[in-house]
């Protein structure tokens, strides 16, 4: 597999690890990284969707898969710990423009917690210019449309006449339960 191919898989994937982390423990050990602080602006300096146990997940979901990279298991887990510094940056940046927590901006959310990493590996991979920028073309919009599906699956409004909140592990559990592979798959399963 080519290094780029590589690098932008462990992107997405300790980048992924939060939310997913999110839909599985929910509310449960989810403290905010700023504590529910605010800035000298009266706004949260990165807002309750940056949680500890996010950044933890990432970095031991980050450390786990180091031979993929064919680094040390500290050298991937720092990357992603640079990661969450990126998207702590991108969170605080969008907290000055006023932006509520899990609007999507589409160059400012992906640039920093990719580039961070990128400028951390490229020393100890050797990663040329073109490397580099290859990456990044990658990475951002992928992750861009990844972030949109993930949002549109999980956090997606329900009907106006729907009589109940739904959380976002329910949304996904209707969204997967009424996937068209996934439904076919359960008809030919319940006939044998």
């Excluded at 920028?133 to 599906?149: A, T």
Aim: proline share 7%; hydrophobic share 50%.
């Amino acid at each position: 597999m080519p290094v780029v191919v590589k690098i932008v898989v462990f992107l997405l994937w300790v980048n992924f690890l939060p939310p997913l982390a999110n839909l599985i423990w929910r509310e449960r050990l989810a403290n905010p990284v700023d504590g529910g602080l605010l800035w000298f602006d009266k706004r949260p300096i990165f807002g309750p969707n940056k949680t500890i146990r996010g950044i933890i997940v990432s970095i031991l979901g980050g450390s786990a898969v180091f031979p993929l990279l064919g680094l040390a298991w500290w050298l991937a887990s720092s990357a992603a710990l640079l990661a969450m510094a990126g998207d702590l940056l991108s969170s605080f940046i969008k907290r000055r423009f006023n932006l509520s927590s899990g609007t999507t901006v589409i160059a400012l959310d992906q640039i920093f917690e990719s580039l961070f990493p990128l400028l951390s590996l490229s020393f100890f991979m050797s990663l040329t210019v073109a490397q580099l920028i290859s990456i990044l073309l990658c990475f951002i919009p992928v992750s861009y449309l990844g972030s949109y599906f993930w949002n549109y699956i999980t956090y997606r409004p329900p009907q106006g006449n729907y009589p109940r909140l739904i959380r976002s592990p329910v949304r996904f559990r209707e969204w997967r339960s009424c996937h068209t592979p996934l439904a076919r798959w359960q008809e030919g399963h319940v006939r044998h």
